[in-house]
C-alpha cells in the first residue's frame, strides 16, 4: 500500500530501509519486461494528471514524453498553478530514474515531465551507493513508484573515466577513483577505446538495473509484477531513449 509523503519527502519511514551488498555484480533473472507500445496514457481530472498505475503505463508515459521532447514538442507538463497547489498535500511519482549528473541529460526535460511526476536520483555513471539504493528504495517501499529506470547515456565521462583507468592511464584524482572503481566491471579491456567506452556505457546500464533487481524487498514486487527495474540509454545526437533489453 503506498504511503503519501507530505510536504516533499519529509514524513516519517515506516520501513527499514534496505542492505545490499553493492559489490555484487550477478545479473538478475527477475528484471521486469514492459510492453514495448508507445503513447500518453496520463488523462486528466480537474486539471491534475492520472498517475499511470503499473510499470507498462509508466513506460509508455516516459516514451510519449521522450517522443515529444526529440521531435520538439514538449507539453511541460504540471507547471500550473493548481498542479503546484495540489503538491503541498504529497507527492504522487511514478517512476524513479537513476540517471548519470550530466547536465546535458536531466530526465524531467528528456521525459517531457513536471511537478511531482518523477523521482529522479542521479549519480556520476549511475554509481549505486547505499544513498543511491535507499533513494530509490523509499521511492518504490513508500510512495509504492512502479517503475525504475536507469538511464546511461552517450558519451559519459565517468564511463570514459574509467576506461581510461583501466587502460594504464593517468592516476584519477581520489574521489574519482572511488567512482571507476564501481564502473570498471563494466569494461571490456579487449575492445578499442572509443568501441570501449560505447559498450562499457550499455554494459554498466544493465549491470545497475541487475544489482537494483537483487535487492530483495525491490525482487519481491518484480516478482510480483507491481514493479519493473529497466536500464535504458540516451543518445545526445538524436535525444531518444533506448530501452535496453
Same mark, same amino acid.
Given at each position: 500500500?503506498?504511503?503519501?509523503?507530505?510536504?516533499?519527502?519529509?514524513?516519517?519511514?515506516?520501513?527499514?530501509?534496505?542492505?545490499?551488498?553493492?559489490?555484487?555484480?550477478?545479473?538478475?533473472?527477475?528484471?521486469?519486461?514492459?510492453?514495448?507500445?508507445?503513447?500518453?496514457?496520463?488523462?486528466?481530472?480537474?486539471?491534475?494528471?492520472?498517475?499511470?498505475?503499473?510499470?507498462?503505463?509508466? !513506460?509508455?508515459?516516459?516514451?510519449?514524453?521522450?517522443?515529444? !521532447?526529440?521531435?520538439?514538442?514538449?507539453?511541460?507538463?504540471?507547471?500550473?498553478?493548481?498542479?503546484?497547489?495540489?503538491?503541498?498535500?504529497?507527492?504522487?511519482?511514478?517512476?524513479?530514474?537513476?540517471?548519470?549528473?550530466?547536465?546535458?541529460?536531466?530526465?524531467?526535460?528528456?521525459?517531457?515531465?513536471?511537478?511531482?511526476?518523477?523521482?529522479?536520483?542521479?549519480?556520476?555513471?549511475?554509481?549505486?551507493?547505499?544513498?543511491?539504493?535507499?533513494?530509490?528504495?523509499?521511492?518504490?517501499?513508500?510512495?509504492?513508484?512502479?517503475?525504475?529506470?536507469?538511464?546511461?547515456?552517450?558519451?559519459?565521462?565517468?564511463? /570514459?573515466? /574509467?576506461?581510461?583507468?583501466?587502460?594504464?592511464?593517468?592516476?584519477?584524482?581520489?574521489?574519482?577513483?572511488?567512482?571507476?572503481?564501481?564502473?570498471?566491471?563494466?569494461?571490456?579491456?579487449?575492445?578499442?577505446?572509443?568501441?570501449?567506452?560505447?559498450?562499457?556505457?550499455?554494459?554498466?546500464?544493465?549491470?545497475?538495473?541487475?544489482?537494483?533487481?537483487?535487492?530483495?524487498?525491490?525482487?519481491?514486487?518484480?516478482?510480483?509484477?507491481?514493479?519493473?527495474?529497466?536500464?535504458?540509454?540516451?543518445?545526445?545526437?538524436?535525444?531518444?531513449?533506448?530501452?535496453?533489453?
Amino acid at each position: 500500500m503506498r504511503a503519501d509523503s507530505k510536504g516533499g519527502g519529509g514524513g516519517p519511514v515506516r520501513r527499514r530501509f534496505v542492505r545490499v551488498l553493492l559489490g555484487s555484480g550477478a545479473a538478475a533473472a527477475g528484471v521486469g519486461l514492459l510492453a514495448g507500445a508507445q503513447g500518453p496514457v496520463s488523462g486528466r481530472v480537474a486539471g491534475v494528471r492520472k498517475r499511470p498505475p503499473d510499470p507498462g503505463s509508466a !513506460w509508455r508515459e516516459l516514451a510519449a514524453g521522450n517522443r515529444r !521532447w526529440r521531435t520538439m514538442h514538449e507539453q511541460h507538463p504540471d507547471e500550473s498553478r493548481r498542479v503546484r497547489q495540489s503538491l503541498l498535500g504529497g507527492q504522487h511519482p511514478f517512476a524513479v530514474v537513476l540517471g548519470c549528473v550530466d547536465s546535458r541529460v536531466p530526465p524531467e526535460l528528456v521525459f517531457d515531465q513536471g511537478l511531482g511526476d518523477l523521482l529522479t536520483v542521479r549519480s556520476a555513471g549511475e554509481v549505486l551507493d547505499r544513498a543511491v539504493v535507499g533513494s530509490i528504495a523509499y521511492g518504490v517501499l513508500e510512495l509504492g513508484i512502479p517503475l525504475v529506470v536507469v538511464l546511461g547515456h552517450q558519451s559519459c565521462g565517468a564511463v /570514459a573515466a /574509467a576506461v581510461h583507468a583501466e587502460a594504464g592511464g593517468d592516476p584519477l584524482p581520489g574521489p574519482l577513483r572511488y567512482l571507476a572503481e564501481q564502473i570498471r566491471p563494466a569494461v571490456d579491456p579487449g575492445a578499442a577505446t572509443d568501441a570501449r567506452v560505447d559498450a562499457a556505457i550499455t554494459t554498466n546500464v544493465r549491470r545497475v538495473a541487475s544489482r537494483l533487481a537483487l535487492v530483495p524487498e525491490l525482487a519481491a514486487r518484480v516478482a510480483a509484477g507491481s514493479l519493473a527495474v529497466v536500464g535504458a540509454r540516451y543518445q545526445l545526437g538524436s535525444q531518444q531513449v533506448h530501452r535496453l533489453t
